[in-house]
């Protein structure tokens, strides 16, 4: 078996360590035997994203947001026809944000999203920053579980129809709300860096998972070791006063 991800701006959209996610991804992967192809993309490359299993778009400030912005939307249709042929979807912060209808930053600048779901983010409120370590029950493709990251976003996002998770301890899409991110069968949308996969393997197998059955269909994984990596998370958990 063989997962192709396509990560975009990865020069770019890199806050907060966003590449441990592709670490991640691929030794999980090649733990278990399956090949894992990664292509990086940056400004004005060329890329058809209905060649690959997985696009993945991590965090970035507004400065960076603006740049990649214009050479993002000039990749819409190339986005939904990948959409359309069962490409899975990783989307941090930054990346998250883009797939909504706009971001309005603090100074009233508005950056135009991808449009591609209903949501929007607002940043106009300097006093009302999400930051800090977070903790979230998810539940994805059946498996319900405890996440934990760390956010990082002037960003209000709203209108979001159907969340990645609920909210234990911090802020999650607005400032002390209730969910965090969006998800669907296809795509998970999320403010949580740290990065996010290395104390979540459960959502890195589910990554993993939708990738694979575009070619293979529904796939079990093999389960791996994850002793460390649930140490770390509980650790959190325990920091946070989540049980």
Known sequence: MKIRILWMYHDLMDLYGDKGNIQVLKTRCEKR??????????LGERADCQEYDL??????????????????????????EAKASGTAFLLICGGYQLFG???????????????????????????HRCIGNIAVEAELDGRRFKAVGFENHGGQTKNVGSPFAKVL???????????????????????MHGPLLPKNPMIA????????????????????DDTLENRAREVMLKRLGVQ
């Open 101 to 127: 209808q706009y971001y309005l930053d603090q100074d009233g600048k508005k950056i135009d999203g991808l449009g591609i779901y209903d949501y929007f983010t607002e940043s106009t409120d300097r006093d």
């Open 169 to 191: 301890k911090g802020h999650g899409n607005t400032y002390k709300g209730m969910y965090e991110g969006y998800a669907d069968a296809q795509v998970i949308g999320t403010y």
């Open 33 to 42: 035997g399956i090949e894992c192809e990664i292509k990086t993309v940056s």
């Open 205 to 224: 197998d589910i990554v993993i998972t939708r990738a694979l059955k575009r070619h293979y269909g529904e796939v079990t994984l093999e389960a791996l």
């Open 55 to 80: 696009f993945f778009l991590g965090g970035g400030a507004d400065l960076e947001q603006t740049i990649i912005y214009e050479d993002l939307l000039k990749r819409k249709d190339s986005i939904l």
